[in-house]
Structure formats: C-alpha cells, structure tokens
C-alpha cells in the first residue's frame, strides 16, 4: 500500500511538517501556529495565529451537559481508559452537537455572493431545510459570537461570510417565532471561511478545539471517582406494554 502525502516528510534523520523542521517548529512557534501549518500548508502571519487561538479558545468546553462531555464521563466512569472515553465522547459530536460548524461553512462558502439573502432565508423556511449554526438549548444569545466578531475584524478576518452570517441571523429572527442566536459553530463556520479554510475541515476544528475540554473532564471523573454512571431511575418512564 502506497500513502502520497504533503504533510509530513522524514529526510536525514530529520522531520518535516509541511516542509518546515519540526525542530525549529519545537523552539520557536506554538501549538496554534503549528496547527494553522498543518492544516494549511503555511506559516500564519501574527493575525492569523491572534484568529486561530480565539476560535480555539471560544469553543475549548461547554460543561458537562454537552452530548460530548456527557459521554466520555460515562465511559471513564465504568473503568474505561483515557483514549478510550477521549473517543466516546468525540463520536458523540453528531449534527446536533459539535458539527454545525462545518455545515454552517458550507453554507456560507456556497451562498455569500447571494444577492437576496432574504429570500434564500425564507425559501429555507417555507422547505422546512434548517440552516446550521443558529440556535441555542438554553442560550437566548450566544456573547461568545460579538468576541470572535471582535477579534476578526481586528485581524481582518470579518469578510463576506461574516457579513452574511449576521444578515441570516437578523432575517431569520425575523421570521421565526422563537429566538435564533447565531451561536458559536455559526461565528466558527463564518470566520474560518473567511480565513479560507475549505468547509471540509469544520468539524475538525471543533474537535481540536473540544479535545482538551473532553480531557480535563475526563481527568476530573477518574479522581472524583464517583462510581459508574446512569441515569436515575426516576428519570425513566416505561411505556411498553
């Protein structure tokens, strides 16, 4: 089986990211740029790692609530290993949890030259088709959103996608009858495709950014040691015959 790749390379006893030395990546930049090495092929510019670190840092944890978090601790709780309960809670991230940020890219990738977003927002309505990136479970608004924002147009990085992002917002609250905040997959989704990362790579972003959340949850259910978890008999109705 052959493997061609451009990402990591061995030559001289010596190894390349993207062909930089992985050596010099060790001393002289951070995880953050390395990251935006790996997964554009380039060094980032000082704004570039400034948009990179807040997008990573916005979405690091969410509590113990999320599908996500939920999971892994239910796994480590039955004696379960760290990489293992790390896995259970990542394939947890299904569409309602950890991946509408890369549905929500690629909705702005195929529609921020629409001319009409009213229009686009209200046909979506009308076929029932939900856009991702816009809701919350119990957050009426989302301020982690108005910090990206802040950052990016700070960097440069507020373009197209962003403007339309908050314009679908502002016509789908328009229309609907409860309140829809553009939540943190959505400014996530927007501004990574204004840095013009493919929306492929979108729920990849969520992940890098979850895995240390997921970890110290991980950490903190191995030394509470509470015992195994499940939820509470009177939390379940049967209903069969």
């Known amino acids: 089986m052959k493997i061609k790749t451009a990402i990591t390379n061995f030559k001289q006893d010596k190894e390349f990211i993207r062909g930089q030395d992985l050596e010099e990546l060790i001393k002289n930049k951070s995880f953050v740029e390395s990251i935006f090495l790996i997964l554009k092929g380039e060094l980032p510019s000082d704004n570039e790692t400034k948009m990179m670190n807040a997008l990573f ?4 944890d969410h509590g113990p609530g999320t599908a996500s978090a939920q999971t892994a601790r239910i796994t480590v709780s039955a004696k379960n290993s760290m990489h293992t309960s790390l896995a259970a809670g990542i394939l947890a991230m299904g569409d309602r949890h950890g991946s509408a940020i890369e549905g929500a890219a690629k909705f702005f990738q195929e ?37 990206l924002f802040e950052v990016a ?17 502002d016509v789908l609250n328009s229309v609907s009858s409860k309140k829809l905040p553009l939540n943190v997959d959505g400014v996530m989704g927007a501004i990574i495709s204004d840095m013009g990362f493919d929306w492929k790579l979108g729920k990849g972003f969520f992940i890098i950014a979850r895995v240390p959340g997921l970890v110290a949850h991980i950490y903190e259910e191995i030394v509470d040691d509470v015992g195994v978890r499940r939820m509470d008999q009177g939390d379940i109705e049967y209903k069969g015959k």
């Open 57 to 60: 840092t916005a979405a690091i």
């Open 111 to 147: 529609n921020f030259d629409c001319d009409d977003v009213e229009s686009l927002v209200k046909d979506l309505k009308e076929k029932k088709i939900r856009i991702p990136g816009y809701g919350h479970p119990f957050l009426e608004y989302d301020n982690r959103v108005d910090v």
């Open 153 to 169: 147009k700070e960097t440069g990085f507020y373009g197209k996608h962003s403007e339309l992002a908050e314009k679908v917002r």
